[in-house]
């Protein structure tokens, strides 16, 4: 299998040290530094990434270099409009961070409008397309200016902005997952079988080495308990030879939770994402669960995916992610992003080597992982998955990934409402 070609752009070592006393901050023009700032971080074409900057009192210390605070991912085509002159806008593209005072928002009712302290600015260069490792900032930068003396800056901005090539392989499924397509490696234009995908909806068969695990066979005949609960769903992945190397099935069926409609966070459905045992021919071992449920929103609802790694009877949530039930979305694992939003939580994220080394909980190297873009109620949707390079280290590290990608793709399906039986024609069946 061949990558293709991504680069990671990381924003580490973020720190933020006042030049000077409060006092001299205020006749600058600045209002006294609260004890949190923010900054905003822009890259051309990709979304703004707004996150929050620590302060650094002592004049001797600086932030842990090795602590990432952004990233970008960038693909070939990413590279190439970011070099390439445009006619709406500069040619030369920058990284741009903008750090301010305080959030927006309002205090005892009166409204509170953050301050601009300083920008720091990085120029895109034809380095960038080298796609090697490399240093493009590291230490110390004055910004913004004094109002008493122009040469003179408000703050100081630490920051270290790296470059690393980070390749991806890159799969699609041919097809809706529940019509059984192929799946395909994308590298360029050119698209190689990898896997089949076998979807199936009946009661497994005693034979079946997953009967260990299926619990919630459903008869595809039985019309009237589909309505109200879907189970029995189970995708296996193949390889080339035809030999099952991954599968998914619902362990916990999706049925609409008391009082309403929808699957709710409170009962959600199941999948157990599972793979060939090395030890024991025939036999499958659990890999990793994923749940999922309806939110209900004011105007969109979304699709909650929660996905947790199986080790020694405990769960470890790698991720938890919203997509939007109408236009779809992505799913995603990413270490360095899961961080972020759940620092503060109980459940420790951990930072895998492979997909082997993913299920043994091993940390020495986060980051991306993989992502899945699936489609919305209704539409046709064909998975893309990405995968990095360094969590693959064999076909079938690959292959648990796509029943993990199809799983996700299903249970958007799977969280649609259910339609209530017509009150009148069920009086008449009566």
Sequence with gaps: MDPQVFIRLSICSLGLRIAGSTLNSVKNGI?????TCICEIRLRGFPVQTITVPLISSPDSTPDSQAIASSFYLEESDLKALTAPGCFYSSQAHLEISVFTGKK????????????????KLEVSPEWRECKPSILFNGWIGI??????????????????????????????????????????LQGSIKQSIFSCKFTQERVPQMDPLSTYW?????????????????????????????AVAAAF??????????????ARSNPGAWLIVRPDPCRPECWEPWGKLEAWRERGGIR?????????????ADFLVSEININAEK??????????????????????????SSGDYAG??????????????????????????????????????????????????????????????????????
């Design 328 to 353: 779809g979305g992505v799913f995603f694992i990413d270490t360095d992003r899961q961080m972020k939003t759940a620092a503060t939580a109980a459940t420790p994220i951990p930072s895998p080597r």
């Design 215 to 243: 619990t919630n066979g459903a008869d595809g005949s039985d019309v009237e308990t589909e309505r109200r609960e879907r189970k029995g769903w189970k995708v296996k992945i193949h390889d080339l030879s035809g030999s």
């Design 301 to 313: 609802d979304s699709v909650c995916c929660r996905f947790c790694l199986l080790q020694e009877g």
């Design 31 to 35: 209002q006294p530094f609260s004890s």
């Design 361 to 430: 909980l091993n940390p020495p190297v986060g980051g991306f992982v993989m992502s899945c873009r699936v489609q919305g109620d209704g539409k046709i949707s064909k998975p893309m998955v990405q995968l990095a390079m360094r969590h693959v280290t064999c076909v079938e590290d690959a292959a648990i990934f796509m029943a993990l990608a199809a799983a996700v793709d299903l249970s958007i399906e799977a969280c649609r409402p259910f339609r209530r039986k017509n009150r009148r024609a069920a009086s008449l069946s009566w």
């Design 144 to 185: 913004g200016k004094s109002k008493q003396d122009p040469r003179k800056p408000v703050a100081e901005l630490h920051l270290r902005v790296k470059l690393d090539p980070d390749p991806r392989y890159v799969f699609q499924f041919e097809d809706q997952t529940k019509l059984s397509p192929q799946i395909v490696q």
């Design 105 to 120: 928002g309002s205090h005892c009712g009166v409204g509170v409008k953050r301050q601009q302290i300083g920008i720091f």
């Design 250 to 263: 619902i362990t916990t069926p999706f049925v609409p939770s008391t009082g309403c409609d929808w699957v």
